[in-house]
Nanobody
Framework: QAHLVESGGRSVHPGGALTLSCVGSGYSFSDSYMAWFRQAPGKEREVVAGVSDGGNYRPYAASVNGRFTIYRDNPKNTLYLQMTSLLPEDTATYYC??????????????????????WGQGTQVTVFS
């Protein structure tokens, strides 16, 4: 059974930095594309960034492009999200997700939650003054 566990969320001040981790098990981690999503209170879940199985394709949401970096370590079955220049609007629960559809479908639909089969339980990031 697939299992994703996020960690690293905490409270930080605006302008601060944080790195989230997500460890996957119970499925073929290195054959799956992955992504980070987030959901703020009262808002819908939104994609933050995605990464292909080999790590070469890494699309980002416009709101985080240039501030966040997604990367993965396949031998360690771990996905990361390095966040810098954090803003109060980055406050949310962050989720990692994994899927294994064809690469072309990931490129076309990476921002849609529908192409991901496995989800973690989330880790809370709070940015406040």
């Amino acid at each position: 059974q697939a299992h994703l566990v996020e960690s690293g969320g905490r409270s930080v001040h605006p302008g601060g930095a944080l790195t989230l981790s997500c460890v996957g098990s119970g499925y073929s981690f290195s054959d799956s594309y992955m992504a980070w999503f987030r959901q703020a209170p009262g808002k819908e879940r939104e994609v933050v960034a995605g990464v292909s199985d080999g790590g070469n394709y890494r699309p980002y949401a416009a709101s985080v492009n240039g501030r966040f970096t997604i990367y993965r370590d396949n031998p360690k079955n771990t996905l990361y999200l390095q966040m810098t220049s954090l803003l109060p609007e980055d406050t949310a629960t962050y989720y990692c997700a994994a899927g294994s559809r064809p690469y072309s479908e990931f490129v076309r639909s990476w921002s849609s939650a529908n192409v991901y089969d496995y989800w973690g339980q989330g880790t809370q990031v709070t940015v406040f003054s």
